[in-house]
């Protein structure tokens, strides 16, 4: 059976691990590349991360945090994956990867500097030798356009893009998403177009050249924003925990600690005022529908906070529930990892060796979520599968 009738049946490959048998190259540094072939990896191709001699990835050497001696960052991207160490400035090794992308890879994803893998031969063009070849690109600002050459990174596109404009409060300093949102985005990008192209070379027997960049995950994430303004003339600003568009929607704040209300519709908005003692606010016609509430953003706001101060965040939880209002505590990341449904979906996957735990893949296959089967890799631990 090819690989590609195995693609299109799913012979041979367990339910959880639909990618099982598929060889992909990891030309990859940092986040992008990297989560997107820790993605693939999950779902159980076998990912080789090509790194540099001596000192890898840089992200072996972000931290500390550093756990049992190596970077956590590094494992946080890097677990179920193989390692090639290879010099691409020495000719042989170069040759080398290059023979093994044509005759044994089903697909590249490389994020290195804007030039470089054309420079060494290791780019596209690999295609003509291996037509079935699915390559992508991933680079900072895209692949055409004044600024394709240049350099980039998660909080530089959250800046550029527009991102840091609308996340924070006005009159505050700009602050910066606090997970990497960009990155990890456009690591997904890269794997939704691979596994599209894989479906296409699966009927037609062709390859193909995908191109994503940073920049364009970073225009996507503000494209409500854009839209918005496109629509109003009105340049969105920066609104901490709220919505522009929807009110009451946003943090407040308990006697004891913050907590989230989304009253998204008129209905819900109803619910929370019968909760907070107010059932009037259903026909007070500046309270009527969505557009008057957000004409009346202050004054709705302060209502809510002023009930909300006078009880413990519990106690508002608990209400709501019963209520049927969505709203949230805002936990600590302690809190995330110590609360019941964080258990109950056994995100948290030890290593094999029981000594480190990374958060899995949030998709499951007939009940089973994708298996950590390899701890993050020692650096060049399997160069000999491109080298011989």
Known sequence: MTQDSQTATGAG?????PLK????????HSVAAPFAGKILADLGATVIKIEKPGKGDDTRQWGPPFWHGDSVAFGVYNANKLSAAIDIKDENQCAALRDFIATKADVVLQN????????????????ERNPRLVYCNMGAFG????LSHKPGYDPMMQA???????????GRPPVRVG??????????????????????????????VIDTSLFESTLCWVGSACSNYLASGEVPTRRGTEMPFLV???????????????????NLFGRLGDALGHPEWRSDPRFVDNPARVAHRDLVNSMVQEIVATNTRAHWIELFERGRVPSAGLQTINEVLAHPQTHALEMLQKTPDGRKSFMGTPLTFDGVRPPMERAPPDLGADTKLIQG
């Open 179 to 208: 997970a990497s949102i960009v990155d990890m985005s456009t690591g997904m990008w890269a794997v939704i177009g691979i596994l599209a192209a894989l479906q296409r070379r699966a009927a037609t027997g062709e390859g193909s």
């Open 143 to 146: 692949a055409k356009g004044p």
């Open 160 to 170: 550029f893009g527009g991102i840091m404009s609308i996340t924070g409060e006005e």
């Open 21 to 28: 048998g598929l060889v992909v190259v990891e030309l990859g």
């Open 248 to 266: 009451p929607y946003k943090i407040f704040e308990a006697s004891d600690g913050y907590l989230l209300i989304a009253a998204g519709n008129d």
């Open 13 to 17: 490959r367990p339910a959880h691990q």
């Open 112 to 127: 290195m500097r804007a030039g470089l893998v054309e420079k060494y031969r290791i780019d596209a063009s690999l295609r």
